[in-house]
């Protein structure tokens, strides 16, 4: 008879365990990520689910992102999001995951915006997943941005 984790606090010793055998890096930290991305709650509020079963679904979903973790694939793209200077931003393969340095590139412009006499024109080339332009078009209201890249996958993405 199979033994098989049923609480969420279970499944988590589980999954850190198999990732570590695995090599995988912040093991923790992106279990939580996974855990809060399908329970759409807050990592630390994670903690409340930790004596819970979860449902049938949830279990899957839990079990097939570590599978994908366990190949070492970025959680952001298992997640299919990831957080960029407040707005969520949609994420996989098609595009490059937004790097932290990215939102001082995106303070840069912005300071430089305020600069330039409105309307200010700023075009965004090799958008990829988009956050730059989104960044900037939330952040500075007036301005025409404008997103361009050679891949239709990253267009595509970006809308």
Do not use: N
Request: with cysteine; proline share 7%; net charge negative.
């Amino acid at each position: 008879m199979s033994s098989a984790p049923r609480t969420w606090g279970e499944r988590l010793v589980q999954a850190r365990l198999r990732l570590g055998r695995a090599g995988i890096e912040e093991a923790e930290t992106k279990l939580r990520w996974l855990q809060a991305h399908i329970l759409q709650c807050g990592l630390l509020d994670g903690l409340r689910y930790h004596a819970d079963i979860p449902a049938p679904g949830e279990a899957f979903a839990f079990e097939a992102g570590v599978s994908r973790l366990e190949k070492d694939e970025p959680v952001q793209y298992i997640l299919g999001e990831t957080d960029f200077m407040g707005l969520r931003i949609f994420c996989d393969s098609r595009a490059l995951i937004p790097r932290p340095e990215t939102e001082l590139l995106v303070q840069c412009a912005q300071d430089c915006a305020k600069a330039v006499p409105p309307p200010c024109r700023m075009v965004d080339v090799g958008t990829g997943t988009g956050c730059i332009a989104c960044a900037l078009a939330k952040r500075l209201p007036g301005a025409q941005v404008t997103a361009v890249d050679i891949s239709p996958d990253s267009l595509a993405l970006a809308r």
